[in-house]
């Protein structure tokens, strides 16, 4: 009977790991890219054509794969981003999900858009106004340039990466795992 009541005690707890997840999927961050809203793991690429942005990729995607693209708007870069079908089926670039968006050359005197993640604007901060606006970030030192290093933030499945060089910010990426 002892035998018994444990095995059930180890089923009961077994069915509660399943049907709770394996773990904590997080919650996706809210990237604001030129007063547009991108939250990567949900937003679709026809939903950032409805806002104007634009790429000169088109066609099929094939089915459970994903590419990274270009994305404009007004004729400038705003950046790289990662689209994935993850379906079963092929689909069209606008019917695909970001999951990634990586920012660069956000250092350049000419920049005319701004980046905020989760409400705060990103663009131009120092590392001490960085670590002020996100004390759970993590500081790491990126080992092939010692010129460079970057802080990190993870959340479940998401993480945001925001690059140093020369002290001065200059790239920000946006990742949903998949």
Sequence with gaps: MRYIKKLFLAGVLALAVMLTGCGDPGTPPELIIDGVSIVVGETTMSSME???????????????????????????????????????????????????????????????????VNGVSLVGMTKEELAAAYPEMEYDEYEENADSDYYSMRDGDYSVFVW???????????????
């Excluded at 994305?71 to 790289?80: A, F, I």
């Excluded at 140093?164 to 998949?178: A, L, Q, R």
Aim: glycine share 8%.
């Design 164 to 178: 140093f060089t020369d002290g001065v910010m200059n790239s920000i990426h946006v990742d949903c795992h998949y």
């Design 50 to 116: 409805e806002q104007g942005f634009t790429t000169d990729w088109f066609g099929i995607m094939p089915e459970d794969s994903y590419t990274t693209i270009s994305l404009g708007k007004d004729h400038d870069s705003r950046g790289m981003y990662t689209i994935v079908n993850d379906s079963d089926r092929s689909c069209a670039l606008s019917a695909g999900v970001i999951y990634g968006v990586k920012l660069q050359d956000l250092d350049e005197k000419e920049l005319d858009f701004d980046v905020t």
